[in-house]
Antibody, heavy 123, light 107 residues
């Protein structure tokens, strides 16, 4: 059974940093792309970033480019999102989502999602 | 960046009704489109990818069509368990933008 367990969320002041983690199990971690998708309270889904199975290729939404860094540790089956210079508009539930194992076009097809970790940016 | 416009933003229909949701891309995206369902308080679930391919385990009540700029998600016979918000997502190239969602309710 595929499981994705996010952690690391919390309350942080504007300008602060936070690192989210997503522990994965139940699938061959190294062959699948992984994404972070966020959802502000009462709002829709916003894709944040993706990383391929090897960790060599990453893509970001404009909202996080230059502030967020997605990475993975394939020895620990764990995905990360380092978030710096946080703003109020980054307040959201952050989901980890498992993507495809094939080419670039498979990466964002997210067939399993974690329960999310809540990030609140406020003074 | 390509914008994804979903319509309607919400709808109310009766059990058994055929429901259609549309998603329009501001430029052509071939068939690189997925649909997700998010029930109230729940995690999103993949319904359809490649515009029309049903994800394993998803009810055959759901179908998708379209290519280029115009796409449709159809629920052939609305059921109470289909109450949810539905999102399209384009994935021809980054950024992989979601539509703003369509909230489906039972009349």
């Amino acid at each position: 059974e595929v499981q994705l367990l996010e952690s690391g969320g919390g309350l942080v002041q504007p300008g602060g940093s936070l690192r989210l983690s997503c522990a994965a199990s139940g699938f061959t971690f190294t062959t699948h792309a992984l994404s972070w998708v966020r959802q502000a309270p009462g709002k829709g889904l916003e894709w944040v970033a993706v990383i391929d199975g090897s960790g060599a290729n990453t893509y970001y939404a404009d909202s996080g480019r230059g502030r967020f860094t997605i990475s993975r540790d394939n020895s620990k089956n764990t995905l990360y999102l380092q978030m710096n210079s946080l703003r109020g508009e980054d307040t959201a539930l952050y989901y980890c989502a498992k993507g495809g194992s094939g080419n670039y076009y498979q990466w964002p097809i997210s067939d399993h999602w974690g329960q999310g970790t809540l990030v609140i940016v406020s003074s | 960046d390509i914008q994804m416009t979903q319509s309607p933003s919400s709808l109310s229909a009766s059990v058994g009704d055929r429901v259609t949701i549309t998603c329009r891309a501001s430029r052509g995206i071939s068939t690189y489109l997925a649909w997700y369902q998010q029930k109230p308080g729940k995690v999103p679930e993949l319904l359809i990818y490649a515009a029309s391919t049903l994800q394993s385990g998803v009810s055959f009540r759901f179908s998708g069509s379209g290519s280029g700029t115009d796409f449709t998600l159809t629920i052939s016979s609305l059921q109470p368990e289909d109450v949810a918000t539905y999102y399209c997502q384009k994935y021809d190239s980054a950024p992989w933008t979601f539509g703003r969602g369509t909230k489906v309710e039972i009349k």
